[in-house]
């Protein structure tokens, strides 16, 4: 499908023309009409799907090694009190 008329820019497109000669939108790179349907479709569905699983796996995944981490920290803490507490006893 060559329009007669660029839809990009304006341009006369010869009819036999596979890209216009006046910006060079084909059908491979799309012309404005085809351009804009195949953009928003490309950028549009992958970005949500992408952006938010990958988003919260991110962000919330990292989350739950922390709570490990200060627990063990905790524990940690505990025993050096218990200990401290131990020898002020013994000393
Ligand atoms: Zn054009």
Request: proline share 9%; glycine share 8%; net charge negative.
């Amino acid at each position: 499908m060559t329009p007669e008329i660029c839809p990009n820019c304006g341009e006369d497109v010869p009819r036999n023309a596979r890209a216009c000669p006046g910006c060079g939108a084909d059908e491979s790179t799309g012309w404005a009409e085809d351009a804009q349907q195949a953009t928003t479709a490309d950028l549009g569905l992958p970005d949500e799907d992408f952006d938010y699983d990958k988003f919260v796996k991110r962000e919330f995944g990292p989350a739950s090694p922390k709570p490990q981490g200060l627990h063990w920290f905790w524990w940690v803490l505990a025993i050096l009190l218990l200990t401290a507490i131990l020898l002020t006893w013994i000393l």
